[in-house]
Nanobody, 121 residues
Framework: QVQLGESGGGLVQAGGSLRLSCAASGRTFSMYAMGWFRQAPGKERSFVAAISGSGRSTYYADSVKGRFTISRDNAKNTVYLQMNSLKSEDTAVYYC??????????????WGQGTQVTVSS
């Protein structure tokens, strides 16, 4: 069982930056692929970025490539999402997720409760 808790969301102007964090419980954090998803109002949840357990492999949705960076610190049981050059269309609730392996598409077994990101234009 893995419990996930996101933080770092908030209100930011277009063109600005935010860093989301997701803290995970358990001693086997490094065995899980981690990812970020988001859900905008009136839309389905969609994939944003994912990273392998070691941190060596990552992949991104086309809409965020070059602007967002996913990383992890296995010593701190934490995964991050650095979001730069934010756009109004990035406004959404962002969810952290964990799965047994890095797959494309990612198929998480565990989800966090979400954190709101609002980008004002």
């Amino acid at each position: 069982q893995v419990q996930l808790g996101e933080s770092g969301g908030g209100l930011v102007q277009a063109g600005g930056s935010l860093r989301l964090s997701c803290a995970a419980s358990g001693r086997t954090f490094s065995m899980y692929a981690m990812g970020w998803f988001r859900q905008a109002p009136g839309k389905e949840r969609s994939f944003v970025a994912a990273i392998s357990g070691s941190g060596r492999s990552t992949y991104y949705a086309d809409s965020v490539k070059g602007r967002f960076t996913i990383s992890r610190d296995n010593a701190k049981n934490t995964v991050y999402l650095q979001m730069n050059s934010l756009k109004s269309e990035d406004t959404a609730v962002y969810y952290c997720a964990a799965g047994p392996v890095l797959t494309n598409p990612m198929r998480p077994d565990y989800w966090g409760q979400g954190t709101q990101v609002t980008v004002s234009s």
